[in-house]
Every structure is written in C-alpha cells, then in structure tokens.
C-alpha cells in the first residue's frame, strides 16, 4: 500500500520532476517508509512507499526492470503474487526481490496489459516501457485502489490522491455540473470518472489505459461478472450457503499476506464479525481486533461494544476498545476532511479517521467487513426493487435510493452550476438497461458494486486509513466472490431482511445475537444530529467570504438551512446542511478556487 504519482508529457519536452516530487510529497502519510523518484525523457514517477511485502529496499519503488526495459510504480497488494511469481520463474524469469512490484514488472513483461487477469488483488499500477515510449496505468476489478487523472493536449498526470494532483499545479478547478448534480443526489458519491473538479477524472475500476507517446489512449475493461444465475448451484441454500463459506474463507485467507502483523477492524457487524470468525477458523487465534465507540447524542447510542466484546470473547482475540468523547469531534473532523480525495458526507468518515490512528499504533494491515451489504443485498432499500419490473428498476432504484429529486438539486445549486437535466437518474438509466443482469435486483447490485461503492465506502476507508499509513484489505471485496454472489438467487440474498444466505453462514459460527441484531451503522450522533460544535463549524465554513464569492449554492436555501438545521433532511434521513456544509468545508480545507 503506497502512494504513488507521475507526469507523460506529448510536446517533447522533458517531465516535469519538480512537480511530481510536489505530487510525491504530498502524499507522505500514504507511504512513510520510504520516497523514490525516476525520470526519462518524457516520464517522471514518483512514489511513497509502506513496506508490506519485502520489507528490505530491494521492494524501493519506482522499481526498473533493465533487463525488460521497464519502470513501475505500485499502489496496493497482489495477494498471490507467489503463486504468479513461481508461473514466471517456470517461464524464465529470475527475480531480485521477493516483492508484489516487482512480480507485476514481470507479469507485463510476460503478457502486457493482458497480466491484470491473472493478479488476485487490489492495485493501481504505472508502467513505463522504455523503448517505446508507452505508458500503462491499470487498476483492480473492484476499483479499491484509486487513480486520479489530469490530461491536457501536452501533458498527463496521475496520482493515487486528488490532492496530490493540485499540488502539481496546473489543474482546472472549475465544477464538473454532472458530478454535483451526482453528489447532491447519491449522498456524496461521484462514481468514474469524473469528480467534482471538471480537470480532475479517475481511471475507472477494471480498466487498463495504454497511453502512446502522442498522447493518444486507449481503454481496456477487463472484468464484469454476470449477473445471471449459475444452474450448476440452483436455488439450494443449503448449497449456496457452503459455496459462499468456501469463497470467504478463501477471500480472507488471501487477505493475510504480508511480513508485517494483521489485525481486523471489529464493528460487532455480521460482517466483520465473519472476518474474525474465519481467521480463527484458519487458526489466527491471537488476532488482534479493534472497535471504537463515540458518546451518545440525542438518545442516539454511540458505541456497539455488547456485540464486539462477545465476538471477541468467542474467539480469543487480542481486543482493543476506543470510547471517544465529543469534545475531540471538531480537530478529529477537521483531520478526516483533510484526508479526504473527494468530498464525502458519510459521518463515519471521522470514526474510521480516529480509529485508523489508533490501530495504526499496532499494525500495519487491517482486514474490514466494508461491501457485503452491496454485494449479498443488505440494505433497506433494495427488497423495493426487487419487486419492480425490469424496465421499471431505474425509477424504482431512484424512488428509494436517491436524496431527492431533480427540481431539488437544481434549487440547491447556482444556475450556472446546475446541469439542464436530470444526469444522476440518466446515468441510472444507461447503467441498468446494458445487458447482463437478469432481474431489477442484479441490475441495482451491479451499478451500486461497481460503479457506486468504489466512491463511497470503500474510498471512504481508504482514504481514512491511509492518512494513518495503515493498509485496509476488504474480503468482502474479493473478485471471485463478488462473481459467485452476483450469481446468487436474489431471494437468497433478500431473506431475512437481507445478506440472508451470509446469515445462514453467520449462524453457524458466531453467536446469535450478532447475527439476528438489528442492522447497525457506524454511529457518530453529533454529526448525524448536528450537534455543537460541528453546527458552529458548518455555519463558519457557508458563511465564509470564500464560500460567499465561490457562490455554489443558493443563499436563500443556505440560510433555511442554517436556521433550521434539523428540519431539512434528505429522503433517506440524511442532513441537507452537513451534505452541502460537506463540499464547501472540503474545498476549504484543500485551498481549491472554484469558481
């Protein structure tokens, strides 16, 4: 896990290595173990290193190949990277490190771009070929690793954070209308590849991009399940229930790799409880696992300790409990905005913050429960759907998903940032009419894993994570069981008000009361509730003369809000205020001119 960045000029000129150490520096929490930077001709490439794998330097990126002819650089974990090093090894190769870098130099060298079949793992990548000219970014199937991208008729720029993209300089900072319309409408989620910044796109999940030397591209998509049912496994949940355990099982031992010790972030969640359990199962016993609690607000708990402490004493880990008070809620808040790439308005962006600064006192890598609700159908919303017709899902999907219709984004925003149309739910369309899903439900499955979730919990974990140079590994996320679950009949995964063939699995091996618990969340009550003192920062950040001149949103609409804060909510429940108040305290804190 690293941060890593670069620039490929197509006017002739050498690389701009001042700015992609800027782009590098920016990105010290991401990789404190190390800094590296190479440059040739028209390419730079910088990177930050968190020693996971090969802890010796010989795993240093950016990392060459002389023999091949080729310079790479390596955000992320190819989980069977042994296994693909003895095929090369078998193929010829002799290698001079015992690192995942430089197992995928190899694999390129070895099969080109078409090596991304055959990695298991959550990756962004660069790779330089030397003779001619070529660059190729990649990134996983899932989308866990993040690439961002600037592109002008002279130059490309990547980096694994937005903000180290700014700090290259150069960047238009203007607003993407389509991503705010987005934004406003899927609480804070812009999927690939735009972002809010109209200058600023990221490289879509599952895609590889072969850049030439004249700065002309091409884009790869290299994996999309189906989802459509298998007649080998039928309806049997008894049979789907033991493949799903078999394809976890193997989700989370593959998650162990690494020369450096591995804890689990333990919610009390079926789904991380799940985790625990198959660690154990594999023999971990001595885990250490990790739950943090934040003090009640409104009546609202704030903590599920009852249910991580019995995980905990079930399995004998190692556990460590975080109670948090409120008066650390504004530096905490201020931090986890910091670390943001994008905007996000999930509260419990700040909880995974403060408790990625604690676990990262202990380990290095964390494994988390982040996706089951997305791909074994969790949450509340998506028996509705099920029930629509086919060519119905968009509108059902939007009934129940979206935070409000179009008329009110558009009043939200200032007209000249507000698109003529209703993007969010034409994105929607286009989405859930392609084929290869077979019901209303598969189609919603589909969009929400692969192109909602990488931009919102699993970027949220990332980002909050990695500000602490602590790496998250998310089985839940594993390709192979993303396939078999999108297979999987819906009304396996609609039972017992939802993930009922994960609980089916969960009652097998945990405690009851974990798995029949009411679904819980990541509660923190003073941001859901706008408690003070985050009011008093939200009201400081709309009324702020950059906020004023940048003139995003309505001011009539800011000032309803400002004045009732509780009263205007989101079709789902979620706070107008603190969704706006998002956006503006993010471009704030980033020091972004947008206009």
């Known amino acids: 896990m690293c941060g890593l960045s670069g620039e490929v000029r197509f006017d002739g000129r050498r690389a701009d290595l001042a700015a992609v150490?800027?782009?590098?520096?920016?990105?010290?929490?991401?990789?404190?173990?190390?800094?590296?930077?190479?440059?040739?001709?028209?390419?730079?490439?910088?990177?930050?290193?968190?020693?996971?794998?090969?802890?010796?330097?010989?795993?240093?990126?950016?990392?060459?190949?002389?023999?091949?002819?080729?310079?790479?650089?390596?955000?992320?974990?190819?989980?069977?990277?042994?296994?693909?090093?003895?095929?090369?090894?078998?193929?010829?190769?002799?290698?001079?490190?015992?690192?995942?870098?430089?197992?995928?130099?190899?694999?390129?060298?070895?099969?080109?771009?078409?090596?991304?079949?055959?990695?298991?793992?959550?990756?962004?990548?660069?790779?330089?070929?030397?003779?001619?000219?070529?660059?190729?970014?990649?990134?996983?199937?899932?989308?866990?690793?993040?690439?961002?991208?600037?592109?002008?008729?002279?130059?490309?720029?990547?980096?694994?954070?937005?903000?180290?993209?700014?700090?290259?300089?150069?960047?238009?900072?203007?607003?993407?209308?389509?991503?705010?319309?987005?934004?406003?409408?899927?609480?804070?989620?812009?999927?690939?590849?735009?972002?809010?910044?109209?200058?600023?796109?990221?490289?879509?999940?599952?895609?590889?991009?072969?850049?030439?030397?004249?700065?002309?591209?091409?884009?790869?998509?290299?994996?999309?399940?189906?989802?459509?049912?298998?007649?080998?496994?039928?309806?049997?949940?008894?049979?789907?229930?033991?493949?799903?355990?078999?394809?976890?099982?193997t989700a989370v031992r593959r998650r162990t790799v690494a020369d450096v010790p591995v804890g689990v972030l333990l919610s009390g969640g079926l789904d991380s409880s799940l985790i625990v359990a198959l660690l154990a199962e594999e023999g971990h016993g001595d885990m250490a696992t990790f739950a943090m609690g934040f003090e009640s607000e409104n009546g609202q708990d704030g903590d599920e300790f009852r249910y991580s402490d019995l995980v905990a004493r079930r399995f004998s880990t190692d556990h460590h409990q975080y109670m948090i008070p409120s008066d650390r809620l504004p530096a905490a808040l201020e931090a986890a905005i910091g670390a943001m790439s994008e905007p996000m308005v999930s509260h419990d962006t700040v909880a995974f913050h403060l408790l990625a600064e604690q676990v990262a006192k202990d380990v290095k890598v964390v494994l988390c429960g982040q996706g089951a609700d997305e791909v074994f159908a969790g949450y509340h919303w998506y028996p509705p759907i099920a029930e629509a017709a086919r060519p119905d899902a968009p509108d059902a999907y939007a009934d129940?998903?979206?935070?409000?219709?179009?008329?009110?984004?558009?009043?939200?925003?200032?007209?000249?940032?507000?698109?003529?149309?209703?993007?969010?739910?034409?994105?929607?369309?286009?989405?859930?009419?392609?084929?290869?899903?077979?019901?209303?439900?598969?189609?919603?499955?589909?969009?929400?894993?692969?192109?909602?979730?990488?931009?919102?919990?699993?970027?949220?974990?990332?980002?909050?994570?990695?500000?602490?140079?602590?790496?998250?590994?998310?089985?839940?996320?594993?390709?192979?069981?993303?396939?078999?679950?999108?297979?999987?009949?819906?009304?396996?995964?609609l039972a017992q008000d939802g993930k009922g063939v994960l609980k089916d699995m969960g009652r097998r091996v945990l405690p009851r009361e974990v798995v029949d618990r009411p679904k819980g969340y990541f509660p923190v009550p003073a941001v859901r509730h706008m408690a003070e003192p985050v009011l008093s920062r939200v009201r400081e950040a709309l009324t702020a003369p950059e906020a004023r001149r940048r003139g995003l949103f309505d001011q009539r609409r800011v000032a309803e809000m400002l004045a009732e804060p509780a009263r205007h909510r989101s079709k789902r429940g979620g706070s107008t205020l603190w969704q706006v108040a998002s956006l503006e305290i993010w471009l704030q804190t980033h020091g972004i001119d947008s206009h």
């Open 21 to 249: 150490e800027r782009m590098t520096d920016e990105m010290e929490d991401r990789g404190p173990d190390g800094r590296g930077a190479w440059s040739q001709g028209a390419v730079a490439l910088g990177h930050r290193r968190l020693k996971i794998i090969d802890l010796s330097e010989s795993g240093a990126q950016p990392m060459t190949d002389p023999q091949l002819g080729l310079t790479g650089v390596f955000n992320g974990c190819v989980y069977n990277y042994r296994e693909v090093r003895g095929r090369l090894e078998g193929l010829g190769h002799r290698f001079f490190s015992d690192s995942d870098t430089e197992v995928l130099l190899k694999a390129y060298g070895q099969w080109g771009h078409e090596c991304v079949e055959r990695l298991v793992g959550m990756f962004a990548f660069v790779v330089v070929e030397h003779h001619t000219g070529r660059v190729v970014l990649g990134r996983d199937r899932l989308g866990i690793k993040p690439l961002y991208l600037t592109q002008d008729g002279d130059r490309l720029r990547f980096a694994s954070t937005l903000p180290a993209l700014l700090a290259g300089g150069g960047v238009d900072t203007s607003f993407d209308p389509v991503a705010l319309h987005q934004y406003l409408s899927w609480h804070g989620t812009v999927p690939a590849p735009r972002t809010v910044l109209s200058g600023v796109r990221k490289l879509p999940p599952a895609t590889v991009r072969v850049v030439e030397r004249d700065g002309t591209h091409r884009d790869h998509c290299y994996w999309q399940p189906s989802y459509t049912r298998r007649p080998e496994l039928g309806s049997d949940p008894v049979r789907w229930r033991e493949a799903v355990h078999d394809a976890l099982r």
């Open 400 to 493: 129940v998903y979206f935070d409000r219709p179009h008329d009110d984004v558009a009043s939200l925003l200032h007209p000249d940032v507000a698109p003529g149309h209703d993007a969010s739910r034409d994105y929607v369309r286009a989405h859930m009419a392609a084929p290869g899903a077979q019901s209303a439900l598969d189609a919603a499955l589909r969009m929400d894993v692969h192109a909602l979730m990488p931009d919102d919990p699993v970027k949220r974990v990332d980002n909050m994570t990695m500000a602490w140079g602590l790496e998250a590994r998310v089985p839940f996320l594993d390709h192979e069981l993303v396939e078999l679950a999108a297979a999987c009949p819906p009304e396996l995964k």
